[in-house]
């Protein structure tokens, strides 16, 4: 199963379920058409744990080739230009590095432009880009026991990675900030 245009193919009635692991925690079970979803957003990476099952056994999703085909079908987002309407924004930069990648995730937030570390795992950056793009280029040498959180304090947009699956609802509702 590949999506096509953009989408899977449409669920057949024996359609596949998947469970995302976050934490040691089993989450789902998720069609097809929402895992697809889920990394079109960046919330399930080559590095995120699936299974068929809640309780088999959990690999990453780059043990799957299919599904390695499907990131190869995501269109990759467009380097952000450095116009001049485009200003500068402070982030805050939240993660927990378990796997052992600290000094890549160091090393890739450092070339993005000035940070200041408030504590152990709480990070702010000055960058031209956005929560999105910002958070897809740090979450690139983490692991699938690794979290990331990112806030742009002006526009104030959120991107994460490898949240579970209710965190993302919860700050998806946090973050719908109405007004007037």
């Not at 999506?3 to 089993?26: F, K, L």
């Not at 378990?98 to 950056?125: A, C, D, H, I, Y």
């Not at 699956?165 to 998806?172: F, K, L, R, V, Y």
């Amino acid at each position: 199963m590949t999506p096509n245009s953009g989408q899977p193919h449409t669920p057949a009635p024996a359609e596949r379920q998947w469970y995302i692991q976050v934490d040691e925690q089993a989450y789902g079970p998720f069609d097809d058409n929402t895992l697809w979803q889920y990394m079109q957003e960046g919330r399930v990476s080559p590095q995120s744990l699936i299974s068929q099952g809640p309780h088999k056994k959990f690999q990453p999703v780059s043990a799957d080739a299919a599904l390695m085909s499907w990131f190869a079908q995501i269109p990759q987002a467009a380097p952000m230009q450095q116009e001049p309407e485009h200003m500068e924004t402070a982030f805050m930069i939240m993660g927990e590095i378990r796997s052992g990648k600290g000094m890549e995730f160091m090393q890739s937030l450092q070339n993005l432009g000035p940070t200041q570390r408030l504590g152990t795992s709480v990070w702010l950056l000055r960058a031209r880009t956005n929560a999105q793009t910002l958070m897809n280029t740090l979450s690139q040498p983490l692991g699938s026991e690794d979290r990331l959180f990112v806030l742009d304090s002006f526009a104030n947009e959120t991107a994460w990675f490898n949240l579970s699956p209710e965190m993302d609802t919860q700050i998806a509702n946090l973050w719908n900030i109405q007004t007037g």
